[in-house]
């Protein structure tokens, strides 16, 4: 069965920090680009970052530019978001999603993991 679980989500201080992590089992990640995505409360699902396969290309919505950083560990088949300088508007439920480019559709999703920034 093939599976994208998120974790690392919580509840953080505005200022603060996390690191996301997207595990995929059932498949390897080495051929597909992962994108993480976002939707918060009334809001619709925006795209936050993507990586390529390789991991040789990397995008930012403007909004987390300077903040985020995707990466990725093939050989174990995850794929990261360090999120830094965390804002109240950072909070949402955050999904990672198999792609077969980061100009693609979505294959499939995560189940998503919650980030609340809040004092």
């Known amino acids: 069965q093939l599976q994208l679980v998120e974790s690392g989500g919580g509840l953080v201080q505005p200022g603060g920090s996390l690191r996301l992590s997207c595990a995929a089992s059932?498949?390897?990640?080495?051929?597909?680009?992962i994108g993480w995505f976002r939707q918060a409360p009334g809001k619709e699902r925006e795209e936050v970052s993507c990586i390529s396969s390789s991991g040789g290309s990397t995008n930012y919505a403007d909004s987390v530019k300077g903040r985020f950083t995707i990466s990725r560990d093939n050989a174990k088949n995850t794929v990261y978001l360090q999120m830094n300088s965390l804002k109240p508007e950072d909070t949402a439920v955050y999904y990672c999603?198999?792609?077969?480019?980061?100009?693609?559709?979505?294959?499939?999703w995560g189940k998503g993991t919650l980030v609340t920034v809040s004092s």
């Open positions: 999603a198999r792609k077969l480019s980061c100009v693609s559709g979505v294959l499939h």
């Open positions: 059932g498949f390897t990640l080495d051929y597909y680009a």
